[in-house]
Every structure is written in C-alpha cells, then in structure tokens.
C-alpha cells in the first residue's frame, strides 16, 4: 500500500531536527540530521494509521 503524507520540518535551537505529519497531530520524530527524522517519520506514520484503524501493519 502506498501511504503519502505530507511531512513538516524544522531545526530546533539544540541541532537536532523534528519532523512531523501534517494529517496525524502529535505524530512526530527528532533525528540529528533532517534525512534521519524523515526516516523515521516515514517508518512511523503507517503503524500510527494501522493501530488507529484497528489493524496491523502488513496484514
């Protein structure tokens, strides 16, 4: 299944970066580069749909 979220960026004061999903409030991960917060955000944002919708991811 092919998910695409729109994901928001940003450099917090302490270097580290923050990226978060514009359609799913309160998800969001910090990575110490912009490409590994992206990363993660990437990984997370189809198991915070699958556990909102009931399911597991993959199934």
Do not use: N, S
Request: glycine content about 14%; overall charge negative.
């Amino acid at each position: 299944m092919f998910l695409e979220i729109e994901i928001e960026q940003e450099q917090e004061e302490d270097g580290r970066w923050i990226a978060e999903v514009v359609e799913l409030p309160g998800v969001m991960a910090y990575g110490a580069t912009q490409g590994e917060a992206k990363a993660k955000i990437q990984a997370l944002a189809p198991r915070v749909l699958a556990g909102r919708r009931g399911g597991t991811e993959g199934t």
